[in-house]
Nanobody, 115 residues
Framework: QVQLEESGGGLVQAGGSLRLSCAAS????????MGWYGQAPGKERELVAV???????RYAESVKDRFSISRHKIKNEVYLQMNSLKPEDAAAYYC?????????WGKGTLVTDSS
């Protein structure tokens, strides 16, 4: 069973930065697809950024010039560098891993707007 643990959320002001991290355990081979989804209060969970092994990435239009997703070269870890944060970025951010077409989720980490 794949388990995902996120870290790095917190309170930010508009224009600030955060780096989210996610580490996968319970799997002994490289996960092809890992990414981040965000869910704001009262809204559906939406894709923020995903990365496929080999480097292909996909971003939500609202974050593509501000956020950057990256993977550890060896470990099943994924990161999200969030820059120029806006109040509308406040959400619970969930790490996602897709293994053999099955989705696994972390418990989420909160990014909260302090303004």
């Amino acid at each position: 069973q794949v388990q995902l643990e996120e870290s790095g959320g917190g309170l930010v002001q508009a224009g600030g930065s955060l780096r989210l991290s996610c580490a996968a355990s319970g799997i002994d081979f490289s996960i092809n697809r890992m990414g981040w989804y965000g869910q704001a209060p009262g809204k559906e969970r939406e894709l923020v950024a995903v990365m496929i092994l080999g480097g292909h990435t996909r971003y939500a239009e609202s974050v593509k010039d501000r956020f950057s997703i990256s993977r550890h070269k060896i470990k099943n870890e994924v990161y999200l560098q969030m820059n120029s944060l806006k109040p509308e970025d406040a959400a619970a951010y969930y790490c996602n891993a897709r293994v053999y077409e099955r989705d696994f989720w972390g418990k989420g980490t909160l990014v909260t707007d302090s303004s």
